[in-house]
Each structure stands twice: as C-alpha cells, then as structure tokens.
C-alpha cells in the first residue's frame, strides 16, 4: 500500500465525523426571505390571531408556517393575487422580504 492510500484510509473517517458533528450543530436553515427576532415561543401569538386579522382585511389564507422565527403566510389578498407574506409572531406586523 502507498503512502497516499494510506494517508486517504486515515483521513476519510475524520471527514466523515467533521461532516456529522457540523450537522448537529448547524440550525435549521430558512429561505432567507426574511428572518424575525421573535424570542420564545411562549410570548408568540397564535395562528388563529393572524388568520383573523388577515381574513378581516378581505384575505383568504391557505397556509401559515414557522420560517426563520417569522409566520409565512401563504394567501389570496383582497385583489385577488397569490401571495407570500412574512408576520411577526409576536406583533403580527408585516416584515418585509428580502429580493430572491
């Protein structure tokens, strides 16, 4: 066996440990649409909150979901056009969007 064949056996299982430590030690990752410094869970409001608010402003949602600490709101607004809408949890004002 060569020195370099030898020198790849030692290194590949280091690599692969590197790999899976890093891994549990990365978060979760969003889109990066938008991020909100929303603190605990326990200090957010509910999704039912946000679903009235927007339903009394003429929207119809389809679909609320936790990304980077905001709600994502998928929806039809009161003109009639799709939308992906980022909330506060804890204020539900509109946070706005970084350019994809």
Request: proline share 5%; charged share 20%.
């Amino acid at each position: 066996m060569t020195a370099i064949a030898t020198l790849r056996r030692a290194v590949a299982p280091l690599g692969l440990t590197l790999c899976a430590f890093a891994s549990l030690h990365t978060p979760a990752h969003a889109t990066g649409l938008a991020t909100c410094e929303s603190g605990p869970k326990s200090g957010w409001k509910s999704t039912d909150v946000l679903t009235k608010q927007l339903t009394d402003k003429g929207w119809q949602v389809r679909r609320i979901k936790e990304d980077g600490g905001c709600y994502e709101v998928y929806a039809i607004d009161d003109k009639g056009q799709r939308v992906e809408a980022y909330f506060h949890p804890v204020t539900l004002v509109s946070v706005p969007t970084k350019v994809r």
